[in-house]
């Protein structure tokens, strides 16, 4: 029979449109994202530094196994879903970390959304160019 790990606690983080689930387990402070290591699936260095901000701040990096699934957007937006969904999963397993993460913004949804494209124009502020004759 196969042993399946706990999860301690579980946060949803949102960005854009990007949504990740996030599962905390005891372990040694190894990230898994979509079934890939988080260095590889995260490009850039800036990225994955967003990713373990919130494990920084509360100094809590290797104690943890983190499972990510997420989905929607491009990379970016789904490094900060990440990151919201780090930070409240945090706030569960531990109270007293939520004035830390709340001070470093990263238990507020960012709600910066694209705006939509309307109709008869090229986008969603941009017009067709106008013709005089």
């Not at 196969?2 to 949803?12: H, L, N, P, Q, V």
């Amino acid at each position: 029979m196969k042993e399946t790990k706990k999860d301690i606690a579980m946060g949803t983080g949102r960005r854009k449109t990007a949504v990740a689930r996030v599962y905390l387990r005891e372990g040694s402070g190894k990230i898994v994202v979509n079934g890939k290591d988080f260095n590889e699936y995260f490009a850039s260095d800036e990225q994955k530094q967003v990713v373990r901000q919130p494990l920084l701040v509360t100094s809590l990096e290797n104690k943890f196994d983190i499972l990510i699934n997420v989905c929607g957007g491009g990379l970016n937006g789904q490094a900060g879903a990440c990151l919201h969904g780090i930070a409240r999963a945090l706030t569960q397993y531990d109270p007293d970390c939520h004035t830390a993460l709340k001070t470093n913004g990263y238990l507020t949804r960012d709600s910066r959304m694209v705006e939509r494209k309307k109709y008869g124009q090229r986008g969603a502020r941009r017009r067709f160019q106008f013709s005089k004759r």
